[in-house]
């Protein structure tokens, strides 16, 4: 069963780093794209990066600069690794995977990401 598992969340303050972590297995693992989308409270789910199997990278234009998303093939795992987070940040994160870069059939249950001013 394709299934995806993040990790790496919790509660920094403004200018510190994270670095998120999605585990994929299955179907999942095996996708073209992985992306990482984040969710606030009372706002709609987000585009944040995105990665494709030949490595190539996109970010929203929010966080270029500043975060960095990575693919480790031969351990199935995604990376994202946050720096100068700002409390603007805070957000759930969830991990997605799917052919094509504007669809994703595969999604993890999303980590808390919370930032302090």
């Known amino acids: 069963q394709a299934q995806l598992v993040e990790s790496g969340g919790g509660l920094v303050q403004a200018g510190d780093s994270l670095r998120l972590s999605c585990a994929a297995s299955?179907?999942?693992?095996?996708?073209?794209?992985m992306g990482w989308f984040r969710q606030a409270p009372g706002k709609e789910r987000e585009f944040v990066a995105r990665?494709?199997?030949?490595?190539?990278?996109d970010y929203a234009d929010s966080v270029k600069g500043r975060f960095t998303i990575s693919r480790d093939k031969a351990k199935n795992t995604v990376y994202l690794q946050m720096n100068s987070l700002k409390p603007e940040d805070t957000a759930v994160y969830y991990c997605?995977?799917?052919?094509?870069?504007?669809?994703?059939?595969?999604w993890g249950q999303g980590t808390q990401v919370t930032v302090s001013s």
């Open positions: 990665i494709s199997w030949r490595v190539s990278t």
């Open positions: 997605a995977a799917g052919p094509v870069p504007t669809t994703y059939d595969f």
């Open positions: 299955g179907r999942a693992a095996s996708s073209y794209y």
